[in-house]
């Protein structure tokens, strides 16, 4: 990803955010769901499922 990047995530994919322990990320995200105004937010991450992940 480059600065400015627009990231279009597709319906029912589940996903999450997250960057590696040694860079910077943020994100703004904007979530829709036309039909019913609500998002679905899974489980959170615990650390070591992120340590796993960033490995």
Not at 6 to 25: C, L
Not at 27 to 42: D, G
């Amino acid at each position: 990803m480059m600065p400015g990047d627009v990231i279009e995530i597709a319906p029912n994919i589940e996903h999450w955010h997250g960057a590696a322990p040694d860079e910077w990320f943020s994100h703004l995200p904007i979530a829709c769901n036309p039909q019913t105004n609500e998002s679905t937010w899974l489980e959170p991450v615990t650390d070591e499922q992120y340590s796993e992940a960033v490995k």
